[in-house]
């Protein structure tokens, strides 16, 4: 199974399956001399999990982060990192019952083609969003190091199922509410809101799904190398590895196909000595290139494909149309999970072209 690996000066490979002993990240390329804690890994982790709530799935996972390799007495060595988390909330019979049976909406049809019937189909295994976790623990350590040149990532829901967000919302408004609800709204009554959204679903046996913005502050102009390793087609990349999502904008993304250029383009001015855009449509990124405006970018997410609804499919061993009922413990929507995974992607790509162009340093001091 190829396709493992991902970035260039900083290098991510990511390991495990859903049910298999562990899920792990291997980063490599981080600068030496990096103050690095497991308790700093261990914080982004826990944004992973919303804890108990009914909008989410009944797998309880502790989520503990070990580091293996590449930080020795607080600080990174210039290795590879390694870290894992264990996975022991584990109930595979649900799975057992149905491995010939593919589920509409996931990846086990294509799985199976692919693989021959030899991958770990295990809730979901490979293909599982619990695979994210390898993302955010070297997300971490990407966001520690782009601290060192002030940039700061940050993530929010926008939308749940038919719910959006009414209002521009402020970058302070993000950092204070969007961790502190069940969806990851920065704006607490559309955060009810969409709750609700999915409790709806949830009473229905059906699920919802969503879009998550990220945005990047402070990121310097002239990041990415055009044409194919462009800073906006690597991020694009990168989110699209993130399981259930189904599209990626930037800046005014598929609304600009529907304005004209002169509303569309975004002006110049000199402001304190700095060049700036008068609004963003662009979405920080012109050409492929960071343009040193804020970098917006938004990604769709597809409704959780495990519902407990009857649906059709077919039996692989008979050939024959079936019906299939899962009974395994899913969320009735990803998306507020979704969100410091979002944060994790876009601090990554950063991170790697910032080593490429030579504004974080080989050696940190």
Sequence with gaps: ??????????????????????????????????????????????????????ITS??????????????YRGYTTGAPICMIIKNRDVDSKPYEEIKYKPRPGHAD???????????????????????????????????????????????????????????????????????????RC???????EMKSEVLEALREGDSVGGVVEGIALNVPAGLGDPIFDSLDSDMAKMLFNIPAVKAVEFGAGFNAASMKGSENNDPYRIINGKVVAEKNDAGGILGGISTGMPIIVRAAFKPTPSISKRQRTVDLNSMENVNIELKGRHDPCIVPRAVPVVEACIALVIADHSLRAGIISRILK
């Excluded at 797998?59 to 930080?71: N, P």
């Excluded at 920065?186 to 009810?192: I, L, M, R, S």
């Design 58 to 71: 009944r797998r309880v996972e502790e989520d503990v982060v070990e580091i293996l390799s590449g930080v």
């Design 186 to 192: 920065a704006d607490p009554e559309v955060a009810e």
């Design 1 to 54: 199974m190829n396709g493992n690996s991902i970035g260039k000066a900083l290098v991510l490979t990511c390991f495990g399956e859903s049910h298999g002993r562990v899920i792990g990240a291997v980063l490599d390329g981080c600068p030496a001399g990096l103050p690095i804690s497991r308790e700093d890994i261990q914080a982004e982790m826990d944004k992973r999990r919303p804890g108990a709530s009914p």
């Design 109 to 183: 049809y294509t799985a199976y083609i692919r693989y021959g019937g030899f991958n770990d189909y295990r809730g979901g295994g490979r293909f599982s969003g619990r695979i994210t976790a390898a993302y955010v623990m070297a997300g971490a350590v990407a966001k520690k190091m782009l601290r060192t040149i002030n940039v700061e990532v940050l993530a929010h829901t926008v939308q749940i199922g038919r719910v959006k967000l009414r209002r521009e919302v402020s970058y302070d408004e993000i950092r204070r509410n969007v961790y502190n609800n069940e969806v």
